[in-house]
């Protein structure tokens, strides 16, 4: 039996980049399409929100000469990319998606609304939202949260390279404790950076749990739309 039946899945754009560093691994990205099909033929309801730090990341554009502004932009750009990456593979392997993106640019994507964005869910197809929130200065995680607001998920979920929160990194210290479970308070108390301030408290403010896990780990997502025990949860 199911647990979330509608759900919103953020997965980091760097994910997709495999060991080359850049771009996007079509092995890797046919995984993830293949897991996302495996929950949807359960009858979940997906969103997806993916990053564009693979091809380039706004911040970054400040030390390169760039205005902060046109640097968000040529962020929202590369979401776009690899929300048409995602889209294709997903048609490739028979299920129904659509892009989604707050920022006109029709034909590349269809421009969101929530009228439309429902009108998906409800006929089964995966909503891949692009271009963040249409905002410069707002990330990829402030999208999550917002969107996952406004489809009414039950969960957001945060797919990572890690199994969980840790009381530090994993991959650096070896002491590192693993949470099974947080508050949003203990999260803000314990200063985790597990989403940005903006999307972490949208969450909170509109009881949205959060579960951070290892997406790379075959049929975790299954088992957490199941209701099994994986990764970190976050919740009131």
Known sequence: MLKYKRILLKLSGESLQGDDGHGIDPHILNDYAQEVKDVVELGVEVGIVIGGGNIYRGLKGQNQGFDRVKGDYMGMLATVINALALQSSLECIGVRSRVMTAVCMEPIGEAYSKLRMEHALSQ???????????????????????????????????????????????????????????SFDMAYEKKLRIMDLTSFTMCQEHAIPIIVFNFNTKNNLQKIVMGEDVGTIINI
């Open 124 to 182: 089964k197809e995966v909503v891949i939202f692009g271009a963040g929130t249409g905002n410069p200065f707002f990330t990829t995680d402030t999208a999550a949260a917002l969107r996952a607001n406004e489809m009414g998920a039950d969960v957001l979920l945060k797919g990572t390279r890690v199994d969980g929160v840790y009381s530090a990194d994993p991959e650096k210290d070896s002491n590192a404790e693993k949470y099974k479970s947080l």
